[in-house]
Nanobody, 115 residues
Framework: QVQLVESGGGLLQAGGSLRLSCAAS????????MGWYRQAPGMQREWVAT???????DYADSVRGRFTISRDNAKNMVYLQMNALKPDDTAVYYC?????????WGRGTQVTVSS
């Protein structure tokens, strides 16, 4: 089992920056990829970014060039640096971990961007 806890969400104005953190614990040795999804009110959960165990990163088109995902394996942390935020980025952001058998999810952290 893997447990994930997100932090770093908040309320800010468009154009601002925020860094989300995700702390992993439990059977972390089994984790390959980690990343982020988000879910806006009334919308389906949307993939945002992924980083693999060898630090290969990939992004949704909607955030590429503005968001950066990184991981610190020594601290069992994954981060999402979000710059140039837009009101459309408003959502609950969920951290996930993939051990090739299943996905684990955190409870999410709210990000609200005002215009």
């Amino acid at each position: 089992q893997v447990q994930l806890v997100e932090s770093g969400g908040g309320l800010l104005q468009a154009g601002g920056s925020l860094r989300l953190s995700c702390a992993a614990s439990g059977s972390i040795f089994s984790i390959d990829a980690m990343g982020w999804y988000r879910q806006a009110p009334g919308m389906q959960r949307e993939w945002v970014a992924t980083i693999t165990s060898n630090d290969r990163a990939d992004y949704a088109d909607s955030v590429r060039g503005r968001f950066t995902i990184s991981r610190d394996n020594a601290k069992n942390m994954v981060y999402l640096q979000m710059n140039a935020l837009k009101p459309d980025d408003t959502a609950v952001y969920y951290c996930y971990a993939d051990d090739a058998y299943r996905l684990y999810w955190g409870r999410g952290t709210q990000v609200t961007v005002s215009s």
